[in-house]
């Protein structure tokens, strides 16, 4: 493996509200966990009007609270996106004028996840901070020539997208297909007063459906989160799964998922352990549908958001002393809408148990839109469920389940890869 190329492999789950990543590094074995909102804001001006010096670098790169990849500010040149306009990242975007701000539509009949150049525009500008993070903290300050990354992903698409796109959304990434050469992937970095150039290459993706990576990540997971799962369902109904252990839910092969994500509500379905596409669906809304369709009602209590992913961030953060009496009004008028959220969803869920008959043995609930609906989405579940045990997992670590899902495969890929036998190709490849 070549020191002068970066090679990462990552799970980066692109989801309507959060990016949520885990990439590794491995030429240094850095492991980055990535958290930024799903969201850029474009702005006509090349370069940022007050850059940071390029002497800080080291400092903004060590600073965790600083979080890099939530300042990214670059630009991209690739097929996959038709201009190179400047962007900003995550929740800087948030809070910044430009001429376009970005996020994923969440209402009704809203564009393939696919085909909307934000996820796109997400994967790479994660990548690249990545890989210029790395730099920096290796050697202490910017390079002085253009980073070279080549990348093996774990991607997700919900489920409906997933059967009908994954090949497709796979090879736009790598170019592999109906190319003889990969496609390449320039971001330049203009968060410091020097430009920083990042190529990219991307090697493979494994692209997996919405709330099965994350069935993979409960698996992995094994006992000791099985054994948190049935404390917590234990705690709030005494009795129930009476002498069933941890390693009898490990054991469990046959379940339906609830991933509640903001765009999209996922219904993963295991039949005899394997992903069960033919069972499995999709609701095309989510909790982010819940506060789009709030908007109105918040302008006309005099509370300013100006996109819907800065009122998720709102009401996603501790609020302080001078803003608690904002935050409780916020949430005050979001709930009405969560009603109608959870009746589509126990719709869905009727439809998808009936369908998975009776051999189901467990119902998992997931993702970082279930915790604000828990309190009606919760009790609706197991109404439908009836005998079933429904494990509503916390939302502040089952976010980032998927990632975790995503994670596992592209690293199992990479170690499959550096595990065969050196080809010419390989041999290429490892000298690049």
């Known amino acids: 493996m070549s020191t002068d190329t970066i090679h990462l492999t990552g799970g980066i789950d692109v989801g309507n509200g959060y990016v949520k990543g885990v990439i590794r590094n491995e030429n240094a074995a850095v492991v980055d966990e990535v958290d930024l909102p799903s969201a850029v804001i474009a702005t006509p001006r090349q370069s940022p009007k007050v850059p940071l010096d390029d002497g800080t670098a080291a400092e903004v790169m060590d600073d965790t609270n600083l979080d890099f990849y939530n300042r990214l500010d670059a630009s991209l040149t690739t097929p996959l996106i038709g201009d190179s306009d400047r962007r900003i990242f995550g929740r800087s975007a948030l809070s910044v004028r430009g001429s376009k701000f970005t996020e994923f539509e969440v209402h009704d009949g809203h564009g393939s996840k696919a085909d909307q150049n934000l996820s796109k525009i997400l994967v790479l500008g994660v990548l690249a901070a990545k890989a210029l993070r790395d730099h920096v903290r290796e050697h202490g300050s910017l ?55 990042v190529r990219i290459e991307i090697l493979d993706v494994q692209v997996i459906a919405e709330g099965a990576s994350a069935q993979y990540a409960i698996g992995d997971k094994g006992e000791p989160l099985a054994e948190a799962l ?55 809304m989510g909790y982010g549908t819940v506060l789009a369709n709030a908007m109105d009602r918040l302008d006309e209590a005099d509370l300013r958001f100006t996109s819907r992913k800065q009122l998720a961030d709102f009401l996603q953060s501790t609020p302080s002393a001078l803003q608690r009496g904002r935050h409780q009004r916020a949430q005050a008028l979001v709930e009405p809408d969560i009603k109608y ?92």
């Open 230 to 284: 049935l404390v917590d369902l234990r705690s709030r109904e005494p009795g129930v799964l009476e002498g069933v252990t941890a390693s009898d839910l490990v054991s469990v092969k046959n379940t339906i998922g609830v991933d509640v994500g903001e765009g999209t509500v996922n219904f993963p379905v295991f039949t005899d352990g394997r992903f069960n596409a033919e069972a499995a669906t999709t609701l095309d």
């Open 143 to 197: 390079p002085d020539h253009e980073l070279r990354v080549k990348a093996r992903l774990g991607l997700a698409l919900p489920i409906l997208e997933f059967v009908a796109r994954r090949h497709t959304y796979a090879a736009e990434f790598t170019g592999i297909l109906g190319s003889a050469d990969p496609t390449v992937h320039l971001v330049t970095i203009k968060n410091f007063s020097t430009p920083v150039s």
């Open 341 to 432: 959220l959870v009746e589509a969803i126990g719709q869905s869920f009727d439809e998808v148990l009936a369908a998975s008959g009776e051999s189901t043995e467990a119902v998992y609930v997931y993702g970082g839109g279930s915790g604000p609906i828990k309190d009606l989405l919760y009790p609706a579940l197991m109404g439908i469920a009836g005998d079933v045990p429904v494990l509503y997992l916390d939302a502040s670590y089952s976010r980032h389940l998927n990632r975790e899902g995503l994670y596992i495969a592209a690293r199992a890929v990479a170690q499959a890869q550096a595990a065969a036998p050196a080809t010419d190709t390989t041999k290429q490849e490892a000298s690049a």
